[in-house]
């Protein structure tokens, strides 16, 4: 088959803002050595499976913006979309009717003036910068291959257009393009489906398998709250057992605009547990229903966030490729932040390639001064600093909060050494070792319009695929799914926030609904069976936020 080939110094897979700071910092680096250089700028694309830039982007989000100051000039930084900045906020222990303020929270958890933002917007501002220094950006576009020579990525190469769901080619086939770089950079998100594909052939030796939460988030707008705006809350507890990590947020963005979101960890025991219904119950919770009251759903969206830290993060760089951001798995867990770790890695990154342009030599031993500028960085040594607190959240919350305590007063050093982690598939029990989950109350005439049951809120995400396509979630192995029916109970018609699987009415086997899919990786992840393969859909696919 015929393929165009388009050649670039930079090729960029995912127009996040790992992605996006790397190529801002680069460019302006760039631009900051032309006086008197007759060197040709760098020729740098980003591709962003995304029907448009943002489209895929959803975060709480209340950012850390120390790293982005570097990254901007004060201009740029005072432009940058917000809704408002938190002047209240509390951390909270939920029981199933009550909640206790957490008296005193350590100075990294606390977020009081930092701006809270839809990541969708930042996205396409810095996007917009990004054009303006000389970037190309297209959207719609999947990668599906990394191109290699010799043992070198050498490009990527685009998913094919226009294929029917038997997989023959339709009128309207155009053959993906394969883009060549000098440097390709990963900056996918969590789990990113090329990233994944080198990380797994370069796992760090002695390091932990990278572990991740599922994150659901919904924009309610509520009646007017005088003063809301800026109020936020973070809350661990109810409805989560003391053996799941995760928590839930509450973000008031204007006086009648608030976010809500609850974050699971994957590594959760019972199979009967369902993310969706952890939200629904933490919305019905009296301490949140005072925020939400009367409110109707405008977005609903779901991601995957890498939980691990410092003792999961991969190898950042092989022969012609990096990997930037929660790509790499560069996210704080505890302070629920990951957007100033990856504009960290941006900028370690950019710099990087700004060094390899300048002296013409963009070889592995080049890359490698990325993850070097990253190990130097303040965004490091807050890892560092936490390294064994996730894995000890595996031993139930006491141990955990205790682990918080003895890192916060010891940089970390304490408790000692790398403790383990294993994979979140792995730690599923069987159906019969379990109690079943409490399934959401019915909701109360003031929450009609949030407690939505899942595929309501799905509409919300405004989810889209091509149905005439080939399904882009693959079984294997369909009589493995029989096997899991009976162990486990079909956890994956529970844990997909996008409700794609649902049981067969014979209860032999699943169907799979790909049109709903929100791209969010759980399946692949927390499948006990590890017989769910998630592939890249034609360009274009999946939910468009537009505020999230
Ligand atoms: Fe997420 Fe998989 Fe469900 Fe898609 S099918 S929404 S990737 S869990």
Redesign the pocket.
């Known amino acids: 088959m015929e393929r165009d080939t388009m050649s670039f110094d930079v090729v960029c897979v995912g127009c996040g803002v790992a992605s996006l700071s790397t190529v801002l910092r680069l460019l302006n680096r760039v631009r900051g050595d032309q006086s008197g250089s007759q060197k040709t700028p760098p020729t740098v694309l980003v591709i962003e499976k995304a029907v448009s830039v943002g489209a895929h982007t959803l975060s709480g989000a209340v950012v850390d913006t120390k790293p982005l100051a570097e990254l901007l000039s004060p201009q740029e930084f005072s432009a940058l979309p917000q809704f408002a900045t938190v002047k209240e906020e509390s951390f909270q222990f939920l029981t199933p009717l009550g909640s206790r303020r957490v008296p005193w929270v350590l100075p990294p958890m606390r977020a009081e003036g930092f701006p809270i933002v839809s990541l969708s917007a930042v996205t396409r501002y810095l996007a917009g910068l990004c054009e303006k220094a000389g970037a190309e950006i297209y959207s719609g576009f999947a990668a599906v291959e990394l191109l290699r020579d010799n043992g070198r990525i050498t490009g990527v190469r685009l998913g094919d257009q226009g294929v029917d769901k038997k997989g023959e080619k339709k009128a309207s086939f155009q053959p993906g393009a394969d883009l060549t770089a000098r440097v390709v950079v990963l900056g996918e998100g969590a789990f990113g489906f090329l990233s994944e594909q080198l990380i797994e052939q370069n796992r760090r030796a002695g390091s932990n398998p990278q572990t991740y939460a599922i994150g659901v988030k919904e924009l309610i707008e509520t009646p007017e709250r005088k003063g809301a705006a800026g109020t936020i809350m973070h809350t661990f507890g109810y409805p989560l057992d003391p053996f799941t990590y995760g928590g839930g947020f509450v973000y008031c963005l204007s006086d009648t605009l608030t976010a809500v979101g609850m974050v699971t960890a994957l590594d959760y025991r019972n199979p009967t547990l369902n993310p969706h219904d952890m939200f629904r119950l933490f919305k019905h919770h009296p301490s949140v229903r005072s925020f939400i009251a009367g409110g109707k759903v405008l977005e609903y969206g779901?991601k995957v966030l890498p939980e691990g830290g410092f003792h999961s993060v991969p190898d950042l760089v092989a022969d012609g490729a990096i990997v930037v951001g929660d790509a790499g798995g560069l996210c704080n867990s505890l302070r629920l932040k990951g957007v100033h770790l990856a504009v960290q890695s941006g900028l370690c990154a950019g710099d990087a390639l700004f060094e390899g342009w300048k002296n013409d030599d963009l070889s592995r031993a080049t890359l490698m001064k990325y993850p070097e500028r990253l190990k130097e960085s303040p965004g490091w040594k807050e890892l560092r600093g936490i390294r064994n607190v996730r894995a000890c959240f595996t031993y139930g919350s006491i141990p955990g909060i205790m682990s918080v305590g003895m890192s916060a007063f010891t940089g970390g050093r304490l408790p000692p050494g790398r403790m383990a982690l294993e994979p979140d598939r792995e730690a599923l029990k069987a159906l019969a070792a379990v109690k079943p989950c409490q399934p959401p109350a019915k909701p109360d005439a003031d929450e009609a319009g949030t407690q939505l049951d899942k595929l309501s809120d799905v509409f919300f995400s405004k989810t889209r695929h091509e149905e005439d396509q080939p399904c882009h979630?693959k079984i294997p192995d369909p009589e493995k799914c029989k096997i899991c029916i009976v162990k486990y109970g079909a956890p994956?018609t529970l844990?997909?926030?996008?409700q794609?699987?649902v049981l067969k009415d014979d209860q032999q086997g699943i169907h799979i609904d790909?049109s709903?899919?929100?791209?969010?990786?759980?399946?692949?992840i927390k499948d006990p069976m590890d017989n769910?393969r998630?592939t890249p859909p034609e360009g274009g696919g999946g939910p468009v936020y537009s505020r999230m």
């Open positions: 779901a979630l994956c844990f997909c926030p996008g794609v699987y790909f709903n899919c929100l791209h969010c990786k759980t399946c692949q769910i998630w």
